[in-house]
């Protein structure tokens, strides 16, 4: 940046600091990272979706879809603010540039941060900040960041406290999010010095200083379970017990075959009574309403813990409710009650732009994983005025409350 004025000057007039403009970038990587795997990148442009590269991050960056003097500059910011960002639908999504089809997922993720001009700023960020020759203190070579996350696998599921891969899924990502939230402009050069004095737990006191804690994933889903039961029960006014609902949110996904068979049989049996109270039989469809009607913010979202756990917990049990309804007429997949979570139900606010940007990335990627399929997907919902940048205390800018 000091180096290119016209660049520093951009970014500055449209309020754009560089350690934001860097956890964006991280996590627009780390977004790539776990779609690749799906084989969506690099498609050829009679391919069918899937058949892409699982490696096309690094196959950019070695030249395999054309040459280029900067990465960032000729192939990154081309790729999230063109390929990503535009719809070519009507050319199979063919990307000339890298000569083979590209995915079109808009949705907030993709747009310049603060909108900045990506085409006539030149950000030329070294080429071995993405991937060098360099020697680990491990023993690996390379410590860019293609590097360190070429040697990991990404994995997108994070519903289940108890069933842990070991991977990175998305619920790493605010284990990740916990080590440099903290860092901003104004605090750089102490975080330096934290980071570089070796002691141990100087980094979390600087975390807490400034106010950043990181939710575990257990916590996390007691908070939203108990939440989703309160809310329930006051909201069907005793026409389900707080037992009967209790089971259904905290076992109701075990109910699912069996009752599938004893509706199939059209009667219980002594091998095969319901599970499922007959409170919740009955009151299915009431319950079903209230799940999808509902509206949960977190007033200091950080890095997304609670809107994706209380999804979660919302799509488990509206799967559940499935089994007890007779019009089934609507899509009713994992996929659609996400979709609708995300649309529809789920907000927050945080006072930090970093923290804001991978609450959206983990949304996204939840939602995304769900289908395999790219051509039933629509474009990424876009979060801009559900999940914002503000302070709880005191309200929002003019800008959010005019919009």
Known sequence: MAANPKARADLAAKGVDTVNLAKKLLGQIVFLYYLQKKGWFGVPRDGAWGEGSKQFLRELFNGAHGPYVNFF?????????????????????????????????NGGLFDPMGNYDWV???????NDLFSNQNKTKEGDTGNGILDIFDRYNFTVREDEPFEKEVAIDPELLGKAYEKFNAIRPDNYAEF?????????????????????????????HYMCRHSLIHYLATSLDGQASQADITALIERGE?????????????????????????????NAALLDEKLAAITVCDPAVGSGAFPVGMMSEIVRARG?????LPDLRSDRSPYAFKRACIEHALYGVDI????????????????????????????????????????????????????
Not at 254 to 281: C, M
């Open 73 to 105: 500059n000729d192939i990154l910011e081309p790729l999230f603010y063109e390929a990503l960002r535009i719809d070519r639908g009507h050319d199979d999504h063919y990307y000339s540039r890298f000569n083979c089809r590209i995915p079109f997922l």
């Open 120 to 126: 006539h700023a030149d950000i030329l960020l070294p």
């Open 192 to 220: 330096v010095r934290v980071l570089g004095s070796g002691r141990k737990g100087e980094e979390s006191k600087f975390n807490k200083q400034y106010g950043v804690y990181y939710t575990p994933r257990e916590i996390v």
């Open 254 to 282: 075990d109910w699912r075959e069996n009752d599938a068979r004893v509706i199939k049989e059209g009667r219980e049996t002594d091998t095969y009574p319901f599970a499922a109270p007959p409170a919740i039989r009955a």
């Open 320 to 324: 559940t409710l499935t089994t007890y």
């Open 352 to 403: 930090d732009p970093g923290a804001v940007e991978i609450a959206k990335l983990r949304l996204w990627l939840s939602l995304i994983v769900e289908e395999e399929d790219i051509r039933r997907i629509k474009p990424l919902p876009n979060l801009d005025y559900k999940i914002v940048c503000g302070n709880s205390l005191i309200g929002f800018p003019d800008s959010y409350q005019t919009a």
